[in-house]
């Protein structure tokens, strides 16, 4: 009887416990999660802009100001796949984990969390115009780009798909 009501007593704490850190956890949308989920929190950030599903893209998108944020889906509802932002016209903000101006757009959009990840995530390789880093919690591919500079960020479990893909279309004709 006594292992019983221990063992009830460390369930419940346990429940209680998890009950607590999702409440106070700060909803982000990010890469694996249902894209209605992304939609819904892209809603209440305010330097993003309405999403709206385009065929084409396979994803999500939308510009506001000179943001874009786009967010690949498998499906019209399905799962992100990675989303990405693009910021141009502003010469002083490139996504690099050195230039503070990023870091504290994505600590704005996401949180510090994602921020300091990006910011203290390790290079892994370049490949074109794409550089891909990796964090402890998120993948991240940064560019330079015509006017701008972008971010994406992945599922850390598919930082080698992306490099290999990359490396695979310098060479063949791959359907961005």
Known sequence: MHKSSNFNYLFNATLSAIAVILAVTPAN?????????????AKTRPQLPTLRYNSEAHGYE???????FYADVTSENG??????ITVSGDSSLKFTTKNAKAV???QNIYNSN????FQ???????????QYSRGQKFAYITAEVQGGSSFQIIPLNKLQGF????????TNQCDL
Do not use: F, H, M
């Open 29 to 41: 949308a990010l890469p694996e999660q249902n894209i209605d989920t992304v939609v819904k929190w």
């Open 62 to 68: 939308g510009t506001k100001g000179k943001l874009y």
């Open 79 to 84: 799962t992100v796949t990675k989303e990405g």
């Open 104 to 106: 504290k757009l994505l």
């Open 114 to 117: 994602i921020g300091n990840d």
């Open 120 to 130: 203290k995530s390790r290079y892994v390789t370049k490949v074109g115009r794409d």
């Open 163 to 170: 490099i290999n893909n990359a490396k695979y279309c310098q």
